[in-house]
Protein backbone atom coordinates (compact mmCIF):
# COMPACT_ATOMS: atom_id res chain seq x y z
CA UNK A 1 0.00 0.00 0.00
CA UNK A 2 1.14 3.44 -1.26
CA UNK A 3 0.39 7.01 0.45
CA UNK A 4 -1.29 7.57 -2.76
CA UNK A 5 -3.16 4.61 -2.86
CA UNK A 6 -3.86 5.74 0.67
CA UNK A 7 -4.53 9.69 0.01
CA UNK A 8 -7.22 8.04 -2.58
CA UNK A 9 -8.39 5.17 -1.35
CA UNK A 10 -7.36 2.95 -3.80
CA UNK A 11 -7.45 -0.53 -2.71
CA UNK A 12 -4.38 -2.55 -3.56
CA UNK A 13 -4.86 -5.57 -6.13
CA UNK A 14 -5.47 -9.22 -5.25
CA UNK A 15 -2.20 -10.25 -6.47
CA UNK A 16 -0.34 -8.08 -4.09
CA UNK A 17 -2.84 -7.99 -1.38
CA UNK A 18 -2.03 -11.71 -1.83
CA UNK A 19 1.76 -11.33 -1.81
CA UNK A 20 2.34 -8.90 1.07
CA UNK A 21 -0.91 -10.39 3.46
CA UNK A 22 1.60 -13.90 3.00
CA UNK A 23 4.71 -11.47 4.02
CA UNK A 24 3.09 -10.22 7.04
CA UNK A 25 1.64 -12.97 8.00
CA UNK A 26 4.98 -14.50 8.50
CA UNK A 27 6.48 -11.76 9.95
CA UNK A 28 3.76 -11.85 12.68
CA UNK A 29 4.44 -16.04 13.46
CA UNK A 30 8.47 -15.48 13.70
CA UNK A 31 8.07 -11.89 15.39
CA UNK A 32 4.88 -13.11 17.79
CA UNK A 33 6.18 -16.62 18.01
CA UNK A 34 9.62 -15.66 19.67
CA UNK A 35 7.52 -12.66 22.56
CA UNK A 36 5.07 -15.18 23.13
CA UNK A 37 7.16 -17.86 23.84
CA UNK A 38 9.39 -15.72 25.96
CA UNK A 39 6.25 -14.73 27.63
CA UNK A 40 5.00 -18.21 28.11
CA UNK A 41 8.39 -19.27 29.27
CA UNK A 42 8.17 -18.85 33.16
CA UNK A 43 5.21 -20.59 33.24
CA UNK A 44 6.55 -23.66 30.50
CA UNK A 45 9.16 -24.55 33.61
CA UNK A 46 6.83 -24.93 35.74
CA UNK A 47 5.96 -28.05 33.68
CA UNK A 48 8.95 -29.74 34.45
CA UNK A 49 13.03 -29.45 33.75
CA UNK A 50 12.33 -30.60 29.99
CA UNK A 51 9.56 -28.54 29.30
CA UNK A 52 11.52 -25.48 27.91
CA UNK A 53 13.67 -28.01 25.24
CA UNK A 54 10.22 -29.56 24.22
CA UNK A 55 8.55 -26.08 23.45
CA UNK A 56 11.62 -24.46 21.78
CA UNK A 57 11.73 -27.57 19.65
CA UNK A 58 8.00 -27.03 18.90
CA UNK A 59 8.40 -23.74 18.66
CA UNK A 60 11.46 -24.19 16.06
CA UNK A 61 8.98 -26.29 13.68
CA UNK A 62 7.02 -23.10 13.21
CA UNK A 63 9.55 -20.21 13.08
CA UNK A 64 11.68 -21.75 10.65
CA UNK A 65 8.97 -22.47 7.80
CA UNK A 66 8.17 -18.84 8.48
CA UNK A 67 11.64 -17.37 8.00
CA UNK A 68 11.87 -19.29 5.03
CA UNK A 69 8.14 -17.80 3.32
CA UNK A 70 9.61 -14.15 4.68
CA UNK A 71 12.80 -14.82 2.20
CA UNK A 72 10.24 -15.85 -0.49
CA UNK A 73 7.75 -13.58 -0.42
CA UNK A 74 11.08 -10.73 0.31
CA UNK A 75 12.43 -11.73 -3.24
CA UNK A 76 8.67 -11.72 -4.57
CA UNK A 77 8.60 -8.10 -3.07
CA UNK A 78 11.84 -6.69 -4.55
CA UNK A 79 10.31 -8.43 -8.23
CA UNK A 80 6.72 -6.76 -7.76
CA UNK A 81 8.04 -3.34 -6.55
CA UNK A 82 10.80 -3.50 -9.66
CA UNK A 83 13.66 -0.57 -9.08
CA UNK A 84 12.93 2.09 -7.00
CA UNK A 85 14.72 5.38 -8.09
CA UNK A 86 15.31 6.23 -4.71
CA UNK A 87 18.42 4.97 -3.70
CA UNK A 88 17.56 5.63 0.37
CA UNK A 89 15.02 2.70 -0.59
CA UNK A 90 17.57 0.37 -1.76
CA UNK A 91 19.99 1.39 1.01
CA UNK A 92 16.93 0.17 3.65
CA UNK A 93 16.46 -2.81 2.09
CA UNK A 94 19.74 -4.02 2.12
CA UNK A 95 20.29 -2.46 5.72
CA UNK A 96 16.74 -4.86 6.35
CA UNK A 97 18.77 -7.65 4.44
CA UNK A 98 21.49 -7.69 6.60
CA UNK A 99 19.38 -7.98 10.16
CA UNK A 100 17.38 -10.51 8.65
CA UNK A 101 20.29 -12.32 8.00
CA UNK A 102 21.67 -11.43 12.22
CA UNK A 103 17.87 -12.24 13.03
CA UNK A 104 18.18 -16.01 11.34
CA UNK A 105 21.56 -16.29 12.83
CA UNK A 106 20.97 -15.10 16.21
CA UNK A 107 18.24 -17.46 15.76
CA UNK A 108 19.87 -20.71 15.49
CA UNK A 109 22.98 -19.67 17.86
CA UNK A 110 20.07 -19.45 20.56
CA UNK A 111 18.91 -22.82 19.61
CA UNK A 112 22.27 -24.51 19.35
CA UNK A 113 24.01 -23.29 22.40
CA UNK A 114 24.24 -24.83 25.57
CA UNK A 115 25.63 -22.20 27.55
CA UNK A 116 22.90 -20.06 29.69
CA UNK A 117 24.38 -16.93 29.15
CA UNK A 118 25.07 -16.81 25.53
CA UNK A 119 21.36 -18.32 25.05
CA UNK A 120 20.15 -15.02 26.66
CA UNK A 121 22.54 -13.03 24.70
CA UNK A 122 21.58 -14.36 21.28
CA UNK A 123 18.04 -14.59 22.26
CA UNK A 124 18.01 -10.93 22.72
CA UNK A 125 19.34 -10.47 20.10
CA UNK A 126 17.08 -12.48 17.43
CA UNK A 127 14.51 -10.70 19.21
CA UNK A 128 15.49 -7.21 18.41
CA UNK A 129 17.00 -7.72 15.18
CA UNK A 130 13.21 -9.43 14.37
CA UNK A 131 11.97 -6.05 15.15
CA UNK A 132 14.35 -4.24 13.39
CA UNK A 133 13.57 -5.99 9.91
CA UNK A 134 9.71 -5.85 10.88
CA UNK A 135 10.27 -1.55 11.00
CA UNK A 136 12.06 -1.53 8.45
CA UNK A 137 10.11 -3.68 6.47
CA UNK A 138 7.03 -1.20 7.04
CA UNK A 139 9.56 2.00 6.14
CA UNK A 140 9.90 -0.15 2.75
CA UNK A 141 6.42 -0.45 1.93
CA UNK A 142 6.14 3.24 2.09
C1 LIG B 1 12.63 -11.26 9.77
C2 LIG B 1 12.28 -11.16 8.49
C3 LIG B 1 11.32 -10.12 7.93
C4 LIG B 1 10.34 -9.40 8.55
C5 LIG B 1 9.93 -9.44 10.03
C6 LIG B 1 9.72 -8.55 7.54
C7 LIG B 1 8.65 -7.68 7.76
C8 LIG B 1 8.10 -6.85 6.81
C9 LIG B 1 6.96 -5.98 7.02
C10 LIG B 1 6.15 -5.88 8.33
C11 LIG B 1 6.74 -5.30 5.88
C12 LIG B 1 5.67 -4.22 5.65
C13 LIG B 1 4.52 -4.76 4.85
C14 LIG B 1 3.42 -3.70 4.71
O1 LIG B 1 3.37 -2.75 5.50
O2 LIG B 1 2.58 -3.86 3.81
C15 LIG B 1 7.75 -5.70 4.90
C16 LIG B 1 7.86 -5.21 3.62
C17 LIG B 1 8.87 -5.57 2.74
N1 LIG B 1 9.82 -6.55 2.92
FE1 LIG B 1 10.04 -7.72 4.57
N2 LIG B 1 10.34 -8.78 6.33
C18 LIG B 1 11.33 -9.73 6.52
C19 LIG B 1 12.17 -10.26 5.55
C20 LIG B 1 12.34 -9.74 4.27
C21 LIG B 1 13.31 -10.20 3.32
C22 LIG B 1 14.29 -11.36 3.55
C23 LIG B 1 13.19 -9.39 2.20
C24 LIG B 1 13.95 -9.41 0.91
C25 LIG B 1 14.60 -10.46 0.44
C26 LIG B 1 12.12 -8.44 2.46
C27 LIG B 1 11.69 -7.45 1.59
C28 LIG B 1 10.63 -6.60 1.80
C29 LIG B 1 10.17 -5.58 0.84
C30 LIG B 1 10.79 -5.28 -0.52
C31 LIG B 1 9.07 -4.95 1.42
C32 LIG B 1 8.19 -3.86 0.80
C33 LIG B 1 6.99 -4.52 0.14
C34 LIG B 1 6.08 -3.57 -0.65
O3 LIG B 1 6.11 -2.37 -0.43
O4 LIG B 1 5.30 -4.07 -1.49
N3 LIG B 1 11.62 -8.70 3.73
N4 LIG B 1 8.55 -6.66 5.51
Known amino acids: ?17 IR ?4 VLAATV ?13 TV ?3 GAEAPTLVARAL ?10 LVLTGIWNILAIG ?6 WWIVLWVKIGVVLLAGAST ?3 SKTKNRRAMAVWGAVAGLSSVVALVLGV ?3 G
Open 1 to 17: MTSAQLATGTLAPAVTA
Open 20 to 23: LSLH
Open 30 to 42: WVGGQFTVLGLLP
Open 45 to 47: RGF
Open 60 to 69: ARILWPAYAI
Open 83 to 88: GPENST
Open 108 to 110: LLH
Open 139 to 141: FLA
